[in-house]
Structure formats: structure tokens, C-alpha cells
């Protein structure tokens, strides 16, 4: 079992950037699944950017400004977000999966002010 903690969330104006970082307290070396998920207040929670099998897929709403990049040395995720929209307010979730084996940080919230 592996446990996600996200950090790097906060308040920024629009057009600005913010890096997110999810440690993890293990390997995610094996995890096929790697990714960055988001909820709006009042909205479905959304895909991001994810990793799987090697290949990078992120939202049309966020292609060009965000970045998912993983350090496995660190057992650490991170999210580049640049070009930030007031649209991009909400709480961020960091994941990991492999097979049945899927795991959640609590997430970080994310204020862009305009």
C-alpha cells in the first residue's frame, strides 16, 4: 500500500504558475498509472494529465499549460501549471494505479484569482 500527500496548492493570480508535487510513501516505480486529477466546487472530479503505460494524455482544457513529470528517485509526482484561468480553481488529486491496486491523495486546492 502506498500513501499520497499533495502539497504546493494555494492562491495565485490568473496567468500565473504553481507546481504541485505529490510524495508518495513508497515506490511508484511499478504503478502503470500515474496522474493528476481535479474537482471543481459543485462539478464531477476530471482527468487532468495521466501517464499510463508510458503515455502521456491530459485535458484539452489544459493542453500547452500543464506538465506531469515524475521523479522516481523521489517517489514524487509533480504537476507544472502554467498560464493558470480562473477555470482551473479547484481541488487537485494526485493517483497512482496498477491493476486493482489504486490510490488517492486527499488533494490540494488550487484559487486562481482573476
Known amino acids: 500500500q502506498v500513501q499520497l500527500v499533495e502539497s504546493g496548492g494555494g492562491l495565485v493570480q490568473a496567468g500565473g504558475s504553481l507546481r504541485l508535487s505529490c510524495a508518495a510513501s513508497g515506490s511508484i516505480s511499478h504503478f502503470n498509472v500515474v496522474g493528476w486529477h481535479r474537482q471543481a466546487p459543485g462539478k464531477l472530479r476530471e482527468l487532468v494529465v495521466v501517464?499510463?503505460?508510458?503515455?502521456?494524455n491530459d485535458a484539452d482544457s489544459v493542453k500547452g499549460r500543464f506538465t506531469i513529470f515524475v521523479d522516481n528517485a523521489k517517489n514524487t509526482v509533480y504537476l507544472q501549471m502554467n498560464s493558470l484561468k480562473p477555470e482551473d480553481t479547484a481541488a487537485y488529486y494526485c493517483?497512482?494505479?496498477?491493476?486493482?491496486?489504486?490510490?488517492w491523495g486527499p488533494g490540494t486546492p488550487v484559487t486562481v484569482s482573476s
Open positions: 501517464i499510463t503505460n508510458g503515455i502521456t
Open positions: 493517483r497512482v494505479c496498477r491493476f486493482v491496486n489504486d490510490y
